[in-house]
């Protein structure tokens, strides 16, 4: 099940950052929040140094995995 943000969980993250938001801007995050999971499970992932190419020289076919 995709992670979902409950109107007091925002609520909660809000005030623990000291922000205070329009109906709108809470509207963009709630709407947001599960792509942004989505995201941080891709980029949360053991990569090789070839996720930084350009800091890489001489990589064989072992390095790509």
């Known amino acids: 099940m995709p992670p ?3 109107d007091p969980a925002l609520a909660y993250l809000l005030a623990a950052a000291g922000l205070d938001l329009t109906d709108a801007e ?3 995050l709630v709407g947001i ?3 942004l999971a989505a ?3 891709r980029v949360r992932q053991k990569r ?3 996720a930084e190419p350009a800091h890489t ?3 064989n076919e072992e390095d790509l995995g």
């Open 39 to 41: 995201m941080k499970a």
């Open 4 to 6: 979902t943000l409950t």
């Open 33 to 35: 929040h599960d792509s």
């Open 48 to 50: 090789g140094h070839m």
């Open 57 to 59: 020289f001489g990589f």
């Open 26 to 28: 809470k509207a963009d």
